[in-house]
């Protein structure tokens, strides 16, 4: 190719096709070379020097350059790896701003930057060479054209209050769904084919959150002749490009557009699309990693290393590596990504893995780090969803409860505390008391509202909820890792015996646990997340940590027994009785008093024999009978007309114990007709016959079992649900 390469800009970053030919861009500090590298369909290379840099931007135009075009970078400087300069211009690189990439990282000991087969000195063995070329094993970028029509899509912008999430995996979840075809199975067109879609919906929905999709290092070295390849995609290796192997419509910038064609399908059907996005490390990994990308490209200014030993990274994820957030270059990539995600891409929000990593300046976690300055002040991300994980592995790095206004977090409080009410453990009625109020502990101090916590049971990191009531111990062998991955206290309860059983007595329990564990998931307030999949019972076969299984163990079965079926109806109906009861879904905290001088609270805790709890009884760890009372003449809210907003009634009798118990409808609660709705005894969870109670009535709930009353409302003039 006789190219000529024209200045171009130093701006946008990336490559950027305007219609007739495509500008280059590159972000080095300390490089003192750049080539562009442009690669045809047989995979022959042209390198092309960069020679106009701009605040140390390398950029330049190809006339003749159009989408489709393959590229990536070399990248020249010094190569001291003591002092934290790993250049190496035999490595080619990943453009950081790449829109698409095409293909996977292949293991080889090419990606590396040095002689990884020199065994001669281990100790030093990053401190090598290596001048082997590593562009025959590494993915393309490609240009894209990045037009599309969205046929007037705009953003659902769903209410907190009224939002319920839906964690999934883009593949797992339609890889073995018999009606969508064959050849859109674990793709992003199979997640938006109407089969998907239908499910969704039916179950009531809102929002789906998608594990990575980030294009990712999918053959890690660690899982190199193994068999297993990366399957969650926590190893981001660029924070643009849709990863192309969910594509059905190739990845040569296909993926692009079938992204854009998911998130519209999802939209039309009322479906909120965040991204589960992994701003904290890249896949590169430690320094015994290989040259993919940022490492390459200046790694002293794009990564976090040890101050006193540079060869070294900082590793608060467990990763390897963490970024260098910091940087204002850094910063910049990050938000930029962010925003291309919603403004071109159109999603709703993203829920930040290890987001403590991202806050740490030096090495304490500090609420008020520069991302989230940043991130509060922007036009378009602050008025977006914003989850945090609020933890990640180093000192101190445990964090729930005091992320900055905007952010609602993942509660792994909420998580322990009802894992640990339904099973045979000690839980403070306290401690459930604050967690099925929407933890009022954590977030009302600092002027947030209950949907700041996004309740779940269970997530894709851990058991499925099935594996959660059938399985005491982690069984991960399948990793190869002889089940030393994974966490090994998962505050889970066999019921009886470890996995599979004929038991009759205990795979009903089983299925009781589960209807227990979903009930109260969504009669709690707060942001309701349920793991794809426990709609349905999918189980891992005890395996907690499938990160490496792509697989049956972790693609959704949907051929479903009658019990499965039961389950999803059940769930089905749980979260339409939430959305259609507001008293589910409360905007604002529970004050414990009268509000419009009724004379009854706007909620009432009480023992089994219908008397208030006391004072020392929140302390009680062993206490697994408690009634609570929602007021749903007491909600505190108006609708946006001004009426004021009321709702049915509901009396929850919660029994976490091993025998039956009676309990008796309070009689200060002041209701004079109660009907049952819900049952977790029943197999089928909810009740059709609805029998009339009145106050001072017994009601017999079953051992480890959670019923639900209603009463109907007094609707006031002018008011509405």
Same mark, same amino acid.
């Given at each position: @190719?006789?190219?000529?390469?024209?200045?171009?800009?130093?701006?946008?970053?990336?490559?950027? &096709?305007?219609?007739?030919?495509?500008?280059?861009?590159?972000?080095?500090?300390?490089?003192?070379?750049?080539?562009?590298?442009?690669?045809?369909?047989?995979?022959?290379?042209?390198?092309?020097?960069?020679?106009?840099?701009? +605040?140390?931007?390398?950029?330049?135009? #190809?006339?003749?350059?159009?989408?489709?075009?393959?590229?990536?970078?070399?990248?020249?400087?010094?190569?001291?790896?003591?002092?934290?300069?790993?250049?190496?211009?035999?490595?080619?690189?990943?453009?950081?701003?790449?829109?698409?990439?095409?293909?996977?990282?292949?293991?080889? /000991?090419?990606?590396?930057?040095?002689?990884?087969?020199?065994?001669?000195?281990?100790?030093?063995?990053?401190?090598?060479?290596?001048?082997?070329?590593?562009?025959?094993?590494?993915?393309?970028?490609?240009?894209?054209?990045?037009?599309?029509?969205?046929?007037? $899509?705009?953003?659902?912008?769903?209410?907190?209050?009224?939002?319920?999430?839906?964690?999934?995996?883009?593949?797992?979840?339609?890889?073995?769904?018999?009606?969508?075809?064959?050849?859109?199975?674990?793709?992003?067109?199979?997640?938006?084919?109407?089969?998907?879609?239908?499910?969704?919906?039916?179950?009531?929905?809102?929002?789906?959150?998608?594990?990575?999709?980030?294009?990712?290092?999918?053959?890690?070295?660690?899982?190199?002749?193994?068999?297993?390849?990366?399957?969650?995609?926590?190893?981001?290796? +660029?924070?643009?490009?849709?990863?192309?192997?969910?594509?059905?419509?190739?990845? %040569?910038?296909?993926?692009?557009?079938?992204?854009?064609?998911?998130?519209?399908?999802?939209?039309?059907?009322?479906?909120?699309?965040?991204?589960?996005?992994?701003?904290?490390?890249?896949?590169?990994?430690?320094?015994?990693?290989?040259?993919?990308?940022?490492?390459?490209?200046?790694?002293?200014?794009?990564?976090?290393?040890?101050?006193?030993?540079?060869?070294?990274?900082?590793?608060?994820?467990?990763?390897?590596?963490?970024?260098?957030?910091?940087?204002?270059?850094?910063?910049?990539?990050?938000?930029?990504?962010?925003?291309?995600?919603?403004?071109?891409?159109?999603?709703?929000?993203?829920?930040?893995?290890?987001?403590?990593?991202?806050?740490?300046?030096?090495?304490?976690?500090?609420? #008020?780090?520069?991302?989230?300055?940043?991130?509060?002040?922007?036009?378009?991300?602050?008025?977006?969803?914003?989850?945090?994980?609020?933890?990640?592995?180093?000192?101190?790095?445990? =964090?729930?409860?005091?992320?900055?206004?905007?952010?609602?977090?993942? +509660?792994?409080?909420?998580?322990?505390?009802?894992?640990?009410?339904?099973?045979?453990?000690?839980?403070?009625?306290?401690?459930?008391?604050?967690?099925?109020?929407?933890?009022?502990?954590?977030?009302?101090?600092?002027?947030?509202?209950?949907?700041?916590?996004?309740?779940?049971?269970?997530?894709?990191?851990?058991?499925?909820?099935?594996?959660?009531?059938?399985?005491?111990?982690?069984?991960?062998?399948? +990793?190869?890792?002889?089940?030393?991955?994974?966490?090994?206290?998962?505050?889970?309860?066999?019921?009886?015996?470890?996995?599979?059983?004929?038991?009759?007595?205990?795979?009903?329990?089983? !299925?009781?646990?589960?209807?227990?564990?979903?009930?109260?998931?969504? #009669?709690?307030?707060?942001?309701? @997340?349920?793991?794809?999949?426990?709609?349905?019972?999918?189980?891992?076969?005890?395996?907690?940590?499938?990160?490496?299984? $792509?697989?049956?163990?972790? &693609?959704?079965?949907?051929?479903?027994?009658? @019990?499965?079926?039961?389950?999803?109806?059940?769930?089905?109906?749980?979260?339409?009785?939430?959305?259609?009861?507001?008293?589910?879904?409360?905007?604002?905290?529970? =004050?414990? !008093?009268?509000?419009?001088?009724?004379?009854?609270?706007?909620?009432?805790?009480?023992? /089994?024999?219908?008397?208030?709890?006391?004072?020392?009884?929140?302390?009680?760890?062993?206490?697994? %009978?408690?009634?609570?009372?929602?007021?749903?003449?007491?909600?505190?809210?108006?609708?946006? %007309?001004?009426?004021?907003?009321?709702?049915?009634?509901?009396?929850?009798?919660?029994?976490?114990?091993?025998?039956?118990?009676?309990?008796?409808?309070?009689?200060?609660?002041?209701?004079?007709?109660?009907?049952?709705?819900?049952?977790?005894?029943?197999?089928?969870?909810?009740?059709?016959?609805?029998?009339?109670?009145?106050?001072?009535?017994?009601?017999?709930?079953?051992?480890?079992?959670?019923?639900?009353?209603?009463?109907? !409302?007094?609707?006031?003039?002018?008011?509405?649900?």
């Amino acid at each position: @190719m006789g190219m000529q390469v024209w200045p171009g800009r130093p701006h946008p970053l990336g490559a950027t &096709w305007d219609g007739t030919g495509t500008n280059f861009a590159l972000f080095s500090e300390n490089a003192t070379a750049v080539e562009l590298c442009l690669f045809d369909d047989g995979d022959r290379e042209t390198r092309l020097p960069l020679t106009e840099v701009d +605040n140390y931007v390398w950029h330049g135009y #190809l006339n003749e350059v159009k989408p489709g075009q393959r590229y990536g970078f070399r990248v020249y400087g010094p190569h001291d790896p003591g002092a934290g300069q790993r250049f190496n211009p035999h490595k080619l690189l990943i453009d950081p701003y790449a829109r698409a990439l095409d293909g996977d990282v292949q293991f080889d /000991p090419a990606i590396f930057g040095y002689d990884i087969e020199a065994t001669d000195d281990l100790e030093h063995l990053d401190l090598s060479f290596s001048e082997v070329d590593s562009a025959p094993f590494m993915p393309k970028a490609v240009v894209v054209d990045p037009s599309f029509d969205w046929e007037g $899509d705009r953003p659902l912008d769903t209410p907190w209050h009224r939002t319920i999430i839906y964690e999934t995996h883009v593949k797992g979840l339609t890889r073995l769904h018999p009606e969508v075809p064959e050849p859109l199975r674990g793709t992003y067109a199979g997640l938006a084919h109407p089969a998907t879609i239908d499910h969704l919906t039916r179950l009531g929905i809102t929002a789906v959150e998608l594990l990575p999709v980030h294009h990712f290092h999918a053959y890690p070295g660690h899982l190199a002749n193994t068999g297993l390849r990366n399957y969650w995609g926590y190893d981001s290796l +660029n924070y643009f490009a849709p990863y192309g192997g969910y594509s059905r419509a190739g990845q %040569a910038g296909g993926q692009v557009n079938e992204f854009k064609q998911m998130v519209k399908a999802l939209h039309q059907a009322g479906i909120e699309v965040i991204l589960d996005v992994v701003y904290n490390h890249t896949g590169e990994g430690s320094h015994l990693g290989p040259t993919l990308s940022l490492r390459g490209i200046d790694n002293a200014v794009y990564y976090r290393l040890v101050e006193d030993a540079p060869r070294y990274y900082m590793d608060f994820t467990g990763c390897g590596n963490s970024l260098n957030v910091r940087h204002p270059q850094i910063l910049k990539l990050i938000m930029d990504s962010l925003r291309y995600w919603v403004l071109e891409m159109h999603v709703d929000g993203f829920r930040f893995d290890l987001a403590s990593a991202l806050a740490r300046e030096l090495y304490e976690v500090d609420s #008020l780090a520069a991302f989230f300055d940043i991130i509060h002040q922007d036009p378009v991300l602050s008025t977006i969803k914003l989850i945090a994980e609020p933890w990640d592995l180093g000192e101190g790095g445990y =964090q729930v409860g005091n992320f900055p206004l905007l952010w609602s977090e993942w +509660n792994g409080k909420y998580r322990d505390s009802m894992r640990d009410f339904w099973r045979d453990h000690d839980c403070r009625l306290g401690e459930f008391a604050f967690r099925i109020t929407g933890s009022s502990d954590l977030y009302q101090a600092n002027g947030k509202r209950p949907h700041a916590s996004i309740n779940f049971i269970t997530c894709h990191d851990g058991f499925t909820l099935r594996d959660l009531v059938s399985y005491n111990e982690k069984h991960n062998l399948a +990793n190869h890792e002889n089940n030393r991955d994974g966490e090994s206290y998962n505050r889970s309860w066999n019921c009886g015996a470890e996995g599979d059983t004929d038991d009759p007595d205990i795979l009903a329990l089983r !299925r009781r646990q589960q209807r227990n564990l979903l009930a109260t998931l969504f #009669l709690s307030q707060g942001v309701p @997340m349920i793991l794809g999949g426990d709609e349905i019972g999918r189980t891992q076969q005890g395996n907690n940590n499938t990160y490496c299984q $792509d697989s049956r163990l972790s &693609w959704f079965d949907w051929s479903l027994t009658p @019990m499965q079926q039961d389950q999803l109806d059940f769930v089905c109906q749980l979260i339409r009785l939430r959305r259609e009861h507001p008293a589910f879904a409360r905007r604002h905290w529970f =004050q414990g !008093r009268a509000i419009h001088g009724s004379g009854v609270h706007d909620i009432g805790w009480y023992n /089994p024999d219908g008397s208030e709890i006391s004072i020392d009884q929140w302390h009680d760890g062993s206490a697994k %009978a408690i009634a609570v009372y929602l007021n749903g003449e007491e909600l505190m809210t108006v609708q946006t %007309a001004g009426q004021r907003l009321v709702d049915d009634s509901f009396l929850l009798f919660f029994n976490a114990q091993a025998e039956a118990q009676a309990f008796q409808i309070p009689a200060e609660v002041k209701k004079e007709r109660w009907s049952m709705v819900l049952n977790t005894s029943d197999p089928k969870g909810f009740i059709q016959e609805k029998r009339i109670y009145k106050p001072g009535s017994a009601i017999a709930v079953a051992d480890f079992s959670l019923v639900v009353l209603c009463s109907p !409302r007094v609707q006031p003039a002018g008011a509405q649900r």
